[in-house]
């Protein structure tokens, strides 16, 4: 059974400090990892990672895929109130482009 | 370009009650999905289309039944509705098998 497991549930942290956001995973057919925030609706895309060892970066927000250890993380710097989001990775894994996803993690940003 | 779009955002049912969720997306995307998102289960898969005319099952199809008439609309049946099926709803929709899979804003329902 393909499984998504994400670290910490939740966190909460003050506001410019840098999170990284773990995500481990075993599925069978590995096709791509994403990452979605979830805010108080539709989670949104984020990040879409295939290759080992190349970082996605958008702003603040980067990511890299280790696929010989299974894991992904989530790094967001200079972390803002509107950051406070729960983040939700996913594997891929092709069968129909099902996507398996982890329980997510609950980040609050205070000021 | 409204993206994935949900009807309704909210619904209460009674217990073997039915109803029909709608979704439809204006991207011309192939694929459309049915999740289900639970306090500490994540997101799971009930039900999927890869093209119009197309459906199979997900992960949790128990309860549920699906229909891809058009190529722009999933619609996600409950024939008789269970307190079980308390949950949030998301469709989502991608252009391929391998593309990013895009969230409508979600339904909530609540089955008494």
């Known amino acids: 059974e393909d499984k998504v497991v994400q670290s910490p549930l939740s966190l909460v942290v003050h506001e410019g400090d840098t999170v990284t956001l773990n995500c481990s995973y075993e599925?069978?057919?590995?096709?791509?990892l994403l990452w979605y925030k979830q805010e108080k609706k539709a989670p949104t895309f984020l990040f879409m990672l295939?290759?080992?060892?190349i970082e996605k970066k958008s702003g603040r927000l980067s990511s890299i895929l280790d696929k010989k250890e299974l894991f992904s993380i989530l790094n967001i710097t200079a972390t803002q109130t509107g950051d406070s989001a729960v983040y939700l990775c996913?594997?891929?894994?092709?069968?129909?482009?099902?996507?398996?996803f982890g329980t997510g993690t609950r980040l609050q940003v205070t000021l | 370009n409204a993206g994935v779009t949900q009807t309704p955002k909210f619904r209460v049912l009674k217990t073997g009650q039915s109803m029909t969720l709608l979704c439809a997306q204006d991207?011309?995307?192939?694929?459309m999905y049915w999740y289900r998102q639970d306090p500490g289960m994540g997101l799971r898969l009930i039900h999927y289309?890869?093209?119009?005319?197309?459906?199979a099952k997900g992960e949790v199809p128990d309860g549920y039944n699906v229909s891809r008439l058009k190529k722009q609309n999933f619609l996600l049946g409950l024939e008789s509705a269970a307190p079980s099926q308390t949950s949030v709803y998301f469709c989502?929709?991608?252009?391929?098998?391998?593309?990013?899979?895009?969230f409508g804003p979600g339904t909530r329902l609540l089955v008494l």
């Open positions: 989502a929709s991608s252009r391929g098998r391998e593309e990013t899979q895009y």
């Open positions: 996913a594997v891929n894994t092709g069968t129909a482009s099902k996507l398996t």
């Open positions: 295939t290759s080992s060892g």
């Open positions: 991207m011309n995307h192939e694929y």
């Open positions: 599925v069978t057919n590995f096709r791509s």
């Open positions: 289309s890869v093209g119009e005319g197309t459906t």
